[in-house]
C-alpha cells in the first residue's frame, strides 16, 4: 500500500511521504523512485537498492557515513570547492563582464538562450570539477532565480550519488535609497538596514525576526547558506568594512550575532526545518583591528594588529555570539577566516601568516579549544599569488607566497580548513591529496578528507537539499519581498535612523519649502578598479520628497533645508606609498602618528607602514563645503544635515553650523523622510563613538572599543556610543542601561 500521494509541476515531481519526509525529482530526472514499507524514496545512486544516505528515516550522520563510503577522492575533492561569484541576470552579461558566462560558447546577448539556463562555466564547474558549492550574486527576480536553482539541481541530481548543491549569497537584503516604499506593494526582496544599521536598533530580537524572514526569502530564492553575518567587532573606526558590522562594542555585537545566527538557522519545531539557511559567520578571529584602517582584501592592509592587547575580546562575538544558539541549531554552520595576518598572535608556532593558514588560530583554537566542529572556509582568493597589493581581485596568501599553491592547499587543510572560496577547479586540490599521502600517508589523508566531507554535507543534509531541493517559481515570487515582509524591513528601518542634534527643528512640519543641494563627488576608483568620473547628483529622489514638502531650487524661498552628505572616503595606499585613513572632511595632514608601523614584512618593498606628514583629501571633501554654503545662504534657517555613516565620522567641522543632524545606515529615503517629518520618532543609539578630532582616532588602539575622545555638540550632549535623542531629548531607556 502506497503511503504518500504524488504532485506534478512545471519541472519537477514531488512525492509527500505520509508522515514522512516529502521528497522530489525532476520532470526529467533519471533517479528512480523506491518504495520500502510503501514509502518513496530517492534511488540517487541508481543501483536500484535503497542506501542509507537515501533513507530519510535515518539521521543525518547515518547517512553521510554512507555516503561517504561511497565516495572517491575527487568527490570530496570538489566539495571543498566555493566557486567563484556566478549571477542570474541579462544585465552586463557580453563579454569580459564581471561574473558573466557562456552558453554553448556565446555570450548571452548573442545565444538564444533564456536567463536561467545553466552556463557553460556552471556545468563544467558542476561535472569536470565536482563542485556543489556555488556563490549566488546579481538575480533579476525571484522567479528567475527559482528556475534557475532547479536547473542547477536537475544538473547536479543526474550525475553520479546525485548531491545536490548548496547555493550562497552575500547578503542581498539592503536598501537602494531612492526605491519608493508602497505599503502592500511588496517588491523585489524585503529591504533592511545594513547591519550596522540593525546593531543600532539596539534590538536582538529584530535582528532574530531579520533573520527568519530573510531565511524564507534566501530559500524562495534557492539559496540555503548565507555568507554572513559579519560578526568582526569593529574597534578600528577607519576601517572600510565598518558598516557591515554590529559595531565595536562587545556585548553588543555577540547578541547580534547570536540572533542573526539563530533567525536564519532555527526555523523548525527545535532545530532545522524546510526554511533554515546555514550561517557563515565571519571574520575568524576577527578582522576588525586593521592597522591605521587599512582592509586585508589588499595587500597594503594584510596586518591585523593588537596595540593594546585585546586580541581575546575579538573572539567573544563567536564563541559566545554565533556559536552559542539558543534555540535549537547550537552554532552557527560554517565559519570564514578573515585574510589578515593576525600580527604576533600565534603563541604556539609565532608564525605571521594569513588566518587560514594558521595552525594556532585555526586547528589550537578555533578547532580545539572552542570545540567548534562546523564548516571552516577560506575567504575568496586566499589561497592565489599575490600579483599586487593594491588590487582587490588579487590572491591574498600573506605569509605563504614562497610555497606553491598545493602546499598552501595542504597547510590550509591540515590546520583545519574544509572549503576554498573562489576556487572553481579540483585538480589543485587533487595535487594537494597526492602531496600529502606522500608525506603523511594515503590512510591519513583520506581521514582527513572525510572529516571535511563530513561537516560539508552535514550542512547540505541540514537543510533536507537531499529530499527536495525544488521550488515552484510562482511561489517564490509570491513569497519574495511580499508586502508583509517589506513592511518588517521598513519599520526595522525607521528604527534604526539616529537622531544627535535637534534645535527644535524637528519634526517639521510637512508641506513646508524644503532646499536640497547637489551634492558634488570627485572622481575615484571602485574595489574592482573601475573609475567612477567626478559629478554633481541630487542626493534624493524629488518625487519622492514632494509627497512630504515641496522642493525649491532658491535656498532664499526654502523654509528649511535638507542636506545629505556620506562619511569621508578615502584610502590608505597610493601609488606604492602609504597614507592615512580619514574620518573628517578638510584635507588632513597626519601629526602625532606613529614614527614606525607596529607591523612589518622583511619581504616587502615598505617595511615601515607609517605615514606621518602625508596628506590625503576625501573624494566627497565637499560635502563640508555644501554644509557650510547652505548656512551662509540660509543663515536664519533650520539646516538638517543627513549623514549616511559608513563610520564613525567626525563631524566637528560642521555641527556647530546646523540645526538638526540625524545618521542613518543606507535607509530608504521615505524612511528619513518618516523622521524629519514626525510620522516616526527617531530611537535609534550610536553603536560605535563619534570621536572628537583625527588626533584622537590617531591615538586610539587599534583592537581597543570606547578608547576616543568623543565629539560633544553645542547643546552639551556627547556623542558616545549608545547616545540618541527623539524628539523631547537624550534617550535614557533599557537598551541604554543594558548596553552602554
Not at 116 to 138: A, C, N, P, S
Not at 149 to 165: D, H, K, T, W, Y
Not at 487 to 512: F, H, R, T, W
Amino acid at each position: 500500500m502506497k503511503k504518500y500521494t504524488i504532485e506534478t509541476y512545471n519541472d519537477h515531481i514531488i512525492y509527500r511521504n505520509n508522515n514522512g519526509a516529502t521528497i522530489a525529482i525532476a520532470r526529467d530526472s533519471e533517479v528512480d523512485i523506491i518504495e520500502d514499507d510503501g514509502y518513496a524514496f530517492k534511488d540517487l545512486d541508481g543501483n536500484g537498492i535503497l542506501d542509507p544516505y537515501e533513507d530519510w528515516r535515518l539521521d543525518y550522520e547515518t547517512r553521510i557515513d554512507n555516503l561517504i563510503e561511497k565516495m572517491k577522492i575527487k568527490d570530496i575533492a570538489g566539495l571543498m570547492l566555493y566557486s567563484s561569484h556566478m549571477s542570474v541576470t541579462v544585465e552586463n552579461t557580453g563579454m569580459g563582464a564581471f561574473f558573466a558566462g557562456t552558453y554553448g560558447g556565446k555570450c548571452y546577448d548573442d545565444s538564444d538562450v533564456d536567463i536561467w539556463e545553466l552556463t557553460d562555466q556552471q556545468k563544467e564547474f558542476i561535472v569536470k570539477d565536482y563542485g556543489r558549492h556555488i556563490l549566488l550574486t546579481q538575480v533579476d527576480y525571484a522567479e528567475i532565480s527559482a528556475m534557475w536553482s532547479n536547473g542547477i539541481q536537475s544538473f547536479c541530481e543526474r550525475q553520479r550519488l546525485g548531491i545536490p548543491a548548496n547555493i550562497s549569497s552575500d547578503p542581498r537584503h539592503t536598501a537602494s535609497a531612492n526605491t519608493e516604499y508602497d505599503a502592500g506593494a511588496g517588491g523585489d526582496i524585503s529591504i533592511w538596514p545594513q547591519p550596522l544599521g540593525l546593531a543600532a536598533t539596539f534590538d536582538s530580537e529584530l535582528v532574530r525576526t531579520f533573520g527568519k524572514i530573510a531565511s524564507k526569502e534566501y530559500r524562495a530564492i534557492g539559496v540555503t547558506t548565507a555568507l554572513s553575518p559579519q560578526i568582526d567587532l569593529a574597534t578600528e573606526p577607519r576601517w572600510s568594512r565598518f558598516s557591515g558590522t554590529f559595531g565595536e562594542n562587545t556585548k553588543l555585537a555577540t547578541a547580534m550575532a547570536e540572533a542573526y545566527c539563530d533567525g536564519f538557522q532555527t526555523t523548525g519545531t527545535g532545530g532545522w526545518g524546510s526554511d533554515s539557511v546555514n550561517a557563515m559567520v565571519k571574520h575568524w578571529p576577527g578582522g576588525g583591528s586593521g592597522e591605521a584602517g587599512r582592509d586585508a582584501h589588499f595587500g597594503y592592509g594584510k596586518f591585523a594588529v593588537y596595540p593594546g592587547n585585546n586580541f581575546d575580546e575579538h573572539l567573544k562575538p563567536f564563541i559566545d555570539g554565533a556559536f552559542k544558539l539558543t534555540n535549537g541549531t547550537n552554532y552557527a554552520s560554517a565559519v570564514m577566516p578573515y585574510y589578515t595576518i593576525s600580527y604576533n598572535q600565534d603563541k604556539k608556532n609565532h608564525d605571521n601568516i594569513a588566518n587560514a593558514f594558521s595552525e594556532y588560530i585555526i586547528d589550537d583554537l578555533l578547532r580545539k579549544k572552542y570545540a567548534y566542529d562546523g564548516v571552516v572556509c577560506s575567504d575568496w582568493n586566499v589561497i592565489l599569488d599575490i600579483d599586487q597589493i593594491d588590487s582587490f581581485l588579487t590572491g591574498k596568501s600573506f605569509g605563504v607566497e614562497d610555497l606553491s599553491l598545493s602546499e598552501r592547499y595542504l597547510k590550509a587543510l591540515l590546520v583545519g580548513v574544509d572549503q576554498f572560496g573562489g576556487v572553481n577547479k579540483v585538480e589543485p586540490i587533487m595535487e594537494a591529496y597526492k602531496l600529502g599521502s606522500e608525506k603523511y600517508g594515503e590512510t591519513n589523508m583520506r581521514n582527513l578528507f572525510e572529516d571535511c566531507a563530513r561537516r560539508l554535507l552535514r550542512n547540505i543534509f541540514r537543510c533536507n537539499l537531499f529530499e527536495n531541493p525544488y521550488l515552484n517559481p510562482q511561489d517564490s515570487d509570491f513569497l519574495v519581498g511580499c508586502p508583509e515582509h517589506m513592511d518588517e524591513g521598513y519599520v526595522a528601518q525607521q528604527k534604526s535612523i539616529i537622531l544627535l542634534k535637534n534645535n527644535e527643528c524637528l519634526p517639521m512640519q510637512k508641506k513646508k519649502k524644503v532646499y536640497i543641494p547637489k551634492r558634488r563627488i570627485h572622481e575615484s576608483i571602485d574595489w574592482f578598479g573601475r573609475v567612477s568620473p567626478a559629478r554633481e547628483e541630487h542626493p534624493l529622489d524629488f518625487k519622492l520628497v514632494e509627497k512630504y514638502y515641496e522642493v525649491v531650487e532658491d535656498p532664499s524661498l526654502a523654509d528649511f533645508s535638507i542636506v545629505c552628505i556620506d562619511s569621508p572616503k578615502t584610502v590608505g595606499y597610493k601609488d606604492g606609498e602609504y597614507y592615512p585613513i580619514s574620518l573628517q572632511y578638510k584635507p588632513y595632514t597626519a601629526k602625532g602618528t606613529r614614527i614606525e608601523s607596529i607591523a612589518s614584512d622583511k619581504r616587502d618593498k615598505v617595511v615601515n607602514r607609517s605615514y606621518e606628514g602625508k596628506t590625503t583629501v576625501p573624494t566627497n571633501s565637499e560635502d563640508l563645503d555644501i554644509i557650510l554654503e547652505t548656512r551662509e545662504a540660509m543663515p536664519d534657517k533650520p539646516v538638517i544635515v543627513v549623514l549616511n555613516a559608513a563610520n564613525p565620522t567626525i563631524v566637528k567641522e560642521f555641527e556647530d553650523k546646523i540645526d538638526g543632524l540625524l545618521v542613518h545606515f543606507s535607509a530608504q529615503t521615505q524612511a528619513i523622510l518618516d523622521c524629519i517629518c514626525g510620522d516616526f520618532e527617531p530611537q535609534a543609539l550610536l553603536p560605535f563613538q563619534m570621536p572628537k578630532d583625527m588626533l584622537t582616532v590617531e591615538q586610539q588602539a587599534e583592537d581597543v572599543a570606547g578608547d576616543m575622545e568623543c565629539h560633544v555638540d553645542t547643546a552639551g550632549n556627547v556623542y558616545d556610543f549608545a547616545f540618541g535623542m527623539n524628539y523631547t531629548g537624550v534617550i535614557q531607556d533599557e537598551r541604554v542601561n543594558k548596553y552602554k
